[in-house]
T-cell receptor
Framework: AQSVSQHNHHVILSEAASLELGCNYS??????LFWYVQYPGQHLQLLLK??????LVKGIKGFEAEFIKSKFSFNLRKPSVQWSDTAEYFC???????????FGQGTTLQVKP | GAVVSQHPSWVICKSGTSVKIECRSL??????MFWYRQFPKQSLMLMAT?????????EQGVEKDKFLINHASLTLSTLTVTSAHPEDSSFYIC????????????FGPGTRLTVT
């Protein structure tokens, strides 16, 4: 069965620090990869997605992610975080077969001003 | 952009009663809608996939007789929690896939259900 694993459950950073959130998935076929963000009290929003092509994907708000097929990874990065990036971040995978999104456990990011 | 709404945003009900949650795609047609459940500080667990005009497909372990899903039109899907119990208290989130665009999926704001 497909699964998604996010390594960091709770990350605390100071403003301007760099961010990298790990995401690994288990599925051997074609996948689409996503990162979603959930700000406190708000609904899920799409940060970025990877379908094919350039494995380095740029998203909104300065976020980017790199798909490394050999490592089954899709890590999220941001060079300099802001206090407003405090939120819950979810990695998700969708297989071409089912079309269903499978979410990781989520990572709580807390940015201290 | 595409907007998905849910109603109500929060509801409190007594044990044994039923609660209906609506999910609407406001500015697009959605042939497929998904229902998720999210426990505090946890991830989203897919409950079921709802296709317009056909029966929902439930994930393993989800009771279809307890969580009734209806997708009567291209813009509306409903989730009814029947005979609710305190353990059904959770955050229920729907998402809608844009018709014609296989990969675009938009999420609603969620409904907080508390069963007393």
């Amino acid at each position: 069965a497909q699964s998604v694993s996010q390594h960091n459950h709770h990350v605390i950073l100071s403003e301007a620090a760099s961010l990298e959130l790990g995401c690994n998935y288990s599925y051997g076929g074609t996948v689409n990869l996503f990162w979603y963000v959930q700000y406190p009290g708000q609904h899920l929003q799409l940060l970025l997605k990877y379908f094919s092509g350039d494995p380095l994907v740029k998203g909104i708000k300065g976020f980017e992610a790199e798909f490394i097929k050999s490592k089954f990874s899709f890590n999220l990065r941001k060079p300099s975080v802001q206090w407003s990036d405090t939120a819950e971040y979810f990695c998700a995978v969708r297989s071409g077969n089912t079309g269903k999104l499978i979410f990781g456990q989520g990572t709580t990011l807390q940015v201290k001003p | 952009g595409a907007v998905v709404s849910q109603h109500p945003s929060w509801v409190i009900c007594k044990s044994g009663t039923s609660v209906k949650i609506e999910c609407r795609s406001l500015d697009f047609q959605a042939t497929t809608m998904f229902w998720y459940r999210q426990f505090p500080k946890q991830s989203l667990m897919l409950m079921a996939t709802s296709n317009e005009g056909s029966k929902a497909t439930y994930e393993q372990g989800v009771e279809k007789d307890k969580f009734l899903i209806n997708h009567a039109s291209l813009t509306l899907s409903t989730l009814t929690v029947t005979s609710a119990h305190p353990e059904d208290s959770s955050f229920y989130i729907c998402s809608a896939r844009v018709r014609g665009l296989t990969y675009e999926q938009y999420f609603g704001p969620g409904t907080r259900l508390t069963v007393t």
